[in-house]
């Protein structure tokens, strides 16, 4: 249905931007564009109003999102939420700030296959990014379904929208000239009139590997400001600068020792190691922790060279819902895996529970001067949870029942199927196969292994495998180059084997960017191919189907056990507010509560706990559900798992 009452009022507040020759203008009057990104994803909506506040108040004029096209996508030409961007750029217009939209197809962002869609990724793999006529027509109709939501918002229209970007740093990734001409064709042909422009790190290989001629090129980086808009300029002349991404903070990696990617200069400019986040989130997140007087000095200096600048982040937020993608390590990204933590706080001056840290003030202080005015007052800081409040497990099912009961059909191949064949986005697959016999116990290797397997030989828990190039510290997978990677260990035959394979989060930077999940290389027996495999996938999704779930029959609650677990946690009155969630002795899984899905926990680390917006409570009883995926190792001495609880 048509917004025409919307339509209407913006069509009042008409206003004309423009890339000049040295700056922005708008309305005939040179502009400098103070962003902050801000993921409308990544908040929960109930706050957007609260944390755009808080960009006005540190002295932003305008916000940039991204736009993830999987999560709106997630089977073909099934849309899914998109409307959730307009009601964004509308809270951005009424809270008085001009805004930039990077619709993809391809973000980064460290979210899930880099918003690329796991339908598409899965059988173009490379084509992917390039003029390839399957990949174009399938970004041809993500452009139009996006097109309603940002087309009658920009400024020309009465809207906040002043810019939006043509793919993203795609000089880090290709060189299809071809490609990006197209994409910028595309977007034109679907209404947008707005000036374009791309993003690219301030290299000469990226920027002309990036850059589309006639469009403005913007550059992204975490210091040497001057440096980096001297590049630019060897490449463009002429035509206002920007900082697209001004790193001021930096993400982390599950497991304390994998911080840092490699990724340009970002992991000198944030700074390596860990420790606690400046003004707290979920607890224990530690990434890279940048200096808030560093990026302060960082900051001032693009202002000092005239440009504009866009934070990344402002407000990092949470990659909710699975939906945390994973980087490969090394100077070229194709080395181990590292998947990023479900906190996406970032360092950022705006924490992930949208409190104000030391680099908020400080960067306060930096663009007050450059401001139209007077900066705003803060917002109110929003209510927090009024007191802890344990949860009561009601119930328990195995995985078993869970993947019969909620996953999808179960096929029947000779090598194992993908992720992406069985139409996994984020979940697990539940291989089994047999290994004739009779015959001697040789290894059994699974090769090509996308992430992690918990296993069974004849019912009996075996290792947990890895990644064959990543070593998280509780596996036995190996860092790249170990002989044991995916090596479960002899097993005589006849035996019935399983393998729950589950997907860490799928490349978002680099060349191994679409790399499919699951199975990859078969298994082998000493040196025969084990085939006949029958695989049945559990997307995440499936368990926020309540009449499935209510259908499942559940037991009495096991409390860290593999499987699916059922409870509530009571929430007093006058107590709602935002919360961390706490699973102490729980291993592995993902977390609902209220049926709002809060992401991924893992006892790995760093992160201990889950940020819970206060939107996805009330008070009284609170709907719980875990899927803890691994559950205790065999054998350990290691606490038993307790009662999840709530904590302010």
């Given at each position: 249905?048509?917004?025409?009452?919307?339509?209407?009022?913006?069509?009042?507040?008409?206003?004309?931007?423009?890339?000049?020759?040295?700056?922005?203008?708008?309305?005939?009057?040179?502009?400098?564009?103070?962003?902050?990104?801000?993921?409308?994803?990544?908040?929960?909506?109930?706050?957007?109003?609260?944390?755009?506040?808080?960009?006005?108040?540190?002295?932003?004029?305008?916000?940039?999102?991204?736009?993830?096209?999987?999560?709106?996508?997630?089977?073909?030409?099934?849309?899914?939420?998109?409307?959730?961007?307009?009601?964004?750029?509308?809270?951005?217009?009424?809270?008085?700030?001009?805004?930039?939209?990077?619709?993809?197809?391809?973000?980064?962002?460290?979210?899930?296959?880099?918003?690329?869609?796991?339908?598409?990724?899965?059988?173009?793999?490379?084509?992917?990014?390039?003029?390839?006529?399957?990949?174009?027509?399938?970004?041809?109709?993500?452009?139009?379904?996006?097109?309603?939501?940002?087309?009658?918002?920009?400024?020309?229209?009465?809207?906040?929208?002043?810019?939006?970007?043509?793919?993203?740093?795609?000089?880090?990734?290709?060189?299809?000239?071809?490609?990006?001409?197209?994409?910028?064709?595309?977007?034109?042909?679907?209404?947008?009139?707005?000036?374009?422009?791309?993003?690219?790190?301030?290299?000469?290989?990226?920027?002309?590997?990036?850059?589309?001629?006639?469009?403005?090129?913007?550059?992204?980086?975490?210091?040497?400001?001057?440096?980096?808009?001297?590049?630019?300029?060897?490449?463009?002349?002429?035509?206002?600068?920007?900082?697209?991404?001004?790193?001021?903070?930096?993400?982390?990696?599950?497991?304390?020792?994998?911080?840092?990617?490699?990724?340009?200069?970002?992991?000198?400019?944030?700074?390596?190691?860990?420790?606690?986040?400046?003004?707290?989130?979920?607890?224990?997140s530690e990434g890279g922790i940048r200096d808030a007087e560093d990026a302060a000095a960082a900051l001032a200096e693009i202002l000092e060279c005239g440009a504009s600048v866009n934070l990344y982040m402002a407000h990092g937020g949470t990659s909710f819902g699975g939906w945390a993608g994973a980087n490969r390590g090394g100077a070229l990204q194709d080395g181990a895996l590292l998947p990023?933590?479900?906190?996406?706080?970032?360092?950022?001056?705006?924490?992930?529970?949208?409190?104000?840290?030391?680099?908020?003030?400080?960067?306060?202080?930096?663009?007050?001067?450059?401001?139209?005015?007077?900066?705003?007052?803060?917002?109110?800081?929003?209510?927090?949870?009024?007191?802890?409040?344990?949860?009561?497990?009601?119930?328990?099912v195995s995985m078993d029942a869970v993947v019969d009961g909620l996953g999808g059909p179960e096929v029947w191949s000779g090598v194992p199927p993908t992720f992406e064949e069985l139409d996994v986005d984020r979940g697990v697959v539940r291989y089994r196969l047999s290994v004739p016999g009779p015959r001697g116990p040789y290894d059994l290797r699974v090769l090509g292994l996308r992430d992690?397997?918990?296993?069974?030989?004849?019912?009996?828990?075996?290792?947990?495998?890895?990644?064959?190039?990543?070593?998280?510290?509780?596996?036995?997978?190996?860092?790249?180059?170990?002989?044991?990677?995916?090596?479960?260990?002899?097993?005589?035959?006849?035996?019935?084997?399983?393998?729950?394979?589950?997907?860490?989060?799928?490349v978002n930077y680099g060349p191994r960017l679409g790399e499919p999940k699951g199975i990859t290389g078969g298994v082998l027996h000493e040196r025969q191919y084990l085939h006949g495999v029958r695989a049945r996938g559990l997307r995440l999704d499936a368990v926020e189907d309540a009449g499935a779930v209510a259908g499942l029959a559940f037991g009495a609650p096991r409390a860290g056990a593999?499987?699916?677990?059922?409870?509530?946690?009571?929430?007093?009155?006058?107590?709602?507010?935002?919360?961390?969630?706490?699973?102490?002795?729980?291993?592995?899984?993902?977390?609902?509560?209220?049926?709002?899905?809060?992401?991924?926990?893992?006892?790995?680390?760093?992160?201990?706990?889950?940020?819970?917006?206060?939107?996805?409570?009330?008070?009284?009883?609170?709907?719980?559900?875990?899927?803890?995926?691994?559950?205790?190792?065999?054998?350990?001495?290691?606490?038993?798992?307790?009662?999840?609880?709530?904590?302010?």
């Amino acid at each position: 249905m048509a917004d025409t009452a919307g339509d209407a009022e913006r069509a009042a507040g008409r206003r004309r931007f423009v890339v000049g020759e040295r700056e922005f203008e708008l309305d005939g009057r040179p502009v400098r564009l103070l962003s902050g990104a801000l993921h409308y994803f990544r908040v929960h909506e109930g706050h957007w109003d609260h944390r755009l506040a808080m960009l006005r108040a540190m002295g932003l004029n305008c916000v940039e999102t991204y736009v993830p096209w999987n999560l709106h996508e997630p089977r073909p030409g099934e849309f899914r939420g998109l409307a959730a961007l307009g009601r964004f750029l509308d809270a951005a217009h009424r809270a008085g700030l001009l805004a930039i939209v990077r619709p993809g197809p391809y973000i980064c962002a460290e979210w899930e296959n880099g918003g690329l869609p796991h339908w598409l990724t899965g059988p173009l793999g490379q084509r992917v990014r390039t003029r390839d006529a399957r990949y174009l027509r399938a970004v041809d109709g993500w452009l139009a379904a996006v097109a309603p939501q940002v087309v009658p918002r920009q400024c020309d229209r009465g809207g906040p929208v002043v810019m939006v970007q043509v793919e993203n740093e795609y000089g880090s990734y290709g060189s299809d000239a071809v490609y990006l001409a197209w994409l910028a064709d595309r977007l034109r042909a679907w209404g947008v009139t707005v000036p374009l422009f791309t993003s690219d790190g301030p290299e000469d290989h990226m920027l002309t590997g990036g850059s589309v001629p006639g469009l403005t090129a913007t550059v992204n980086f975490g210091s040497g400001a001057r440096e980096a808009f001297a590049t630019l300029r060897r490449h463009r002349p002429d035509g206002p600068l920007m900082c697209m991404e001004f790193w001021c903070g930096w993400f982390s990696h599950w497991d304390p020792g994998a911080v840092g990617t490699g990724r340009d200069d970002a992991a000198a400019n944030a700074g390596e190691g860990t420790g606690e986040g400046e003004g707290g989130s979920a607890e224990g997140s530690e990434g890279g922790i940048r200096d808030a007087e560093d990026a302060a000095a960082a900051l001032a200096e693009i202002l000092e060279c005239g440009a504009s600048v866009n934070l990344y982040m402002a407000h990092g937020g949470t990659s909710f819902g699975g939906w945390a993608g994973a980087n490969r390590g090394g100077a070229l990204q194709d080395g181990a895996l590292l998947p990023a933590v479900t906190s996406y706080d970032y360092d950022a001056p705006v924490d992930e529970r949208g409190r104000p840290t030391a680099k908020f003030w400080r960067f306060r202080e930096v663009l007050a001067p450059y401001a139209a005015g007077p900066l705003p007052e803060l917002p109110a800081p929003l209510p927090v949870l009024g007191g802890a409040a344990e949860a009561r497990l009601t119930g328990w099912v195995s995985m078993d029942a869970v993947v019969d009961g909620l996953g999808g059909p179960e096929v029947w191949s000779g090598v194992p199927p993908t992720f992406e064949e069985l139409d996994v986005d984020r979940g697990v697959v539940r291989y089994r196969l047999s290994v004739p016999g009779p015959r001697g116990p040789y290894d059994l290797r699974v090769l090509g292994l996308r992430d992690r397997a918990v296993t069974f030989v004849d019912g009996a828990p075996g290792p947990v495998l890895c990644d064959e190039a990543y070593g998280g510290p509780d596996t036995a997978g190996a860092v790249a180059g170990r002989d044991d990677a995916g090596l479960l260990g002899p097993v005589a035959g006849p035996a019935e084997v399983e393998l729950w394979v589950e997907s860490l989060g799928r490349v978002n930077y680099g060349p191994r960017l679409g790399e499919p999940k699951g199975i990859t290389g078969g298994v082998l027996h000493e040196r025969q191919y084990l085939h006949g495999v029958r695989a049945r996938g559990l997307r995440l999704d499936a368990v926020e189907d309540a009449g499935a779930v209510a259908g499942l029959a559940f037991g009495a609650p096991r409390a860290g056990a593999r499987g699916l677990h059922r409870g509530s946690v009571v929430v007093p009155a006058s107590g709602v507010g935002d919360a961390l969630l706490e699973l102490p002795g729980w291993t592995r899984g993902f977390v609902w509560v209220g049926g709002f899905p809060l992401g991924r926990y893992w006892s790995a680390g760093p992160q201990r706990s889950l940020y819970v917006p206060g939107p996805c409570l009330r008070e009284g009883a609170n709907e719980l559900l875990i899927l803890e995926l691994e559950g205790a190792a065999p054998g350990t001495d290691g606490p038993p798992a307790e009662a999840p609880r709530l904590i302010p």
